[in-house]
């Protein structure tokens, strides 16, 4: 996922928000040949994510500076652990320092919460969702997997999911909608449908979809909901969603629901604290 076009393109935008080619303060403050050291250390525990991201920044930079990776990647370090060393002109480094920050913060936060929410249960799939930071849907999804979740659908374009507002939004309801993706939907294309209530539940297990989602069911409600996919001919996966949190999945595992949906991995994870210090080289050339 890094290596994207679409990655590039954000490494692009942060660049020129940041103007980083047109560092002014280091400008009048560093000689053009200085060279210097600097290394990457985390601030606090995180489970370490995206490192590669910093030669991706220089590379689209433009800057030759080197750089050196000292951690493994899904790797959980402590505070004062050294992620990476970057070594070379010192206004190419002063350059990219926050944009590089910027994005590490935020790619081992993700992982960081992802890895904290999945470790409450084993067994259970936890999927990500949608709802990531705008632009960057291919970072927070890897950073969740890198986390311990599973990647659901990347875009709309990847498969069919029938949620709550293509069914309101259609005049036959329910069953008018599952017939017309059962006529017209890609032969190899899964699909799941989302249901609010049990009635949704049995048309929709008429169509035998690839998952079910249902949402913002109670536990009593999922216990019966349960009992009437055991009872189908072709039993689809069933996901659960709709604000779960963490101490829930036990619960959700015993009730027999295949995996849980949280948009939380991405919109409750906070940046964690990570800093880059800077050092004169030995000598300048």
Not at 133 to 162: C, E, F, Q
Not at 198 to 221: K, R, T, Y
Not at 222 to 245: F, H, N, W
């Given at each position: 996922?890094?290596?994207?076009?679409?990655?590039?393109?954000?490494?692009?935008?942060?660049?020129?928000?940041?103007q980083?080619?047109?560092?002014?303060?280091?400008?009048?403050?560093?000689?053009?040949?200085?060279?210097?050291?600097?290394?990457?250390?985390?601030?606090?525990?995180?489970?370490?994510?995206?490192?590669?991201?910093?030669?991706r920044?220089?590379?689209?930079?433009?800057?030759?500076?080197q750089?050196?990776l000292?951690?493994?990647?899904?790797?959980?370090?402590?505070?004062?652990?050294?992620?990476?060393?970057i070594?070379?002109?010192?206004?190419?480094?002063?350059?990219?320092?926050?944009?590089?920050?910027?994005?590490?913060?935020?790619?081992?936060?993700?992982?960081?919460?992802?890895?904290?929410?999945?470790?409450?249960?084993?067994?259970?799939?936890?999927?990500?969702?949608r709802?990531?930071?705008?632009?960057?849907r291919?970072?927070?999804?890897?950073?969740?997997?890198?986390?311990?979740?599973?990647?659901?659908?990347?875009?709309?374009?990847?498969?069919?999911?029938?949620?709550?507002?293509?069914?309101?939004?259609?005049?036959?309801?329910?069953?008018?909608?599952?017939?017309?993706?059962?006529?017209?939907?890609?032969?190899?294309?899964?699909?799941?449908?989302?249901?609010?209530?049990?009635?949704?539940?049995?048309?929709?297990?008429?169509f035998?979809?690839?998952?079910?989602?249902?949402d913002?069911?109670?536990?009593?409600?999922?216990?019966?909901?349960?009992?009437?996919?055991?009872?189908?001919?072709?039993?689809?996966?069933?996901?659960?969603?709709?604000?779960?949190?963490?101490?829930?999945?036990?619960?959700?595992?015993?009730?027999?629901v295949?995996?849980?949906?949280?948009?939380?991995?991405?919109?409750?994870?906070?940046?964690?604290?990570?800093?880059?210090?800077?050092?004169?080289?030995?000598?300048?050339?």
């Amino acid at each position: 996922m890094l290596k994207s076009s679409l990655v590039s393109k954000l490494i692009r935008l942060a660049l020129e928000e940041d103007q980083a080619l047109n560092d002014i303060t280091a400008k009048l403050t560093v000689p053009e040949n200085h060279r210097s050291a600097a290394i990457v250390v985390a601030r606090e525990k995180l489970v370490v994510c995206g490192l590669d991201i910093i030669g991706r920044i220089a590379e689209e930079a433009g800057f030759t500076f080197q750089v050196l990776l000292k951690a493994q990647e899904g790797s959980e370090v402590g505070s004062e652990v050294v992620l990476a060393e970057i070594a070379g002109l010192t206004r190419e480094i002063l350059a990219a320092e926050r944009t590089i920050l910027n994005f590490l913060q935020r790619l081992c936060g993700v992982a960081m919460y992802t890895r904290h929410f999945v470790s409450h249960v084993s067994g259970l799939v936890v999927l990500d969702t949608r709802k990531t930071m705008p632009g960057w849907r291919l970072l927070d999804k890897y950073a969740t997997s890198v986390g311990g979740a599973r990647n659901h659908r990347m875009s709309l374009g990847d498969m069919i999911l029938v949620k709550n507002n293509h069914i309101d939004a259609h005049p036959g309801g329910i069953r008018a909608v599952l017939e017309s993706v059962c006529a017209n939907k890609p032969v190899s294309m899964s699909w799941e449908v989302e249901v609010r209530n049990l009635g949704e539940l049995a048309v929709a297990l008429e169509f035998a979809p690839d998952m079910i989602m249902l949402d913002n069911f109670s536990d009593n409600q999922i216990r019966d909901a349960m009992v009437t996919v055991r009872a189908s001919q072709r039993r689809p996966l069933i996901e659960v969603s709709g604000g779960v949190r963490s101490e829930r999945l036990g619960a959700l595992q015993a009730l027999g629901v295949d995996a849980v949906s949280a948009g939380a991995l991405t919109t409750q994870a906070p940046n964690v604290d990570i800093s880059m210090r800077i050092s004169a080289a030995d000598h300048e050339s």
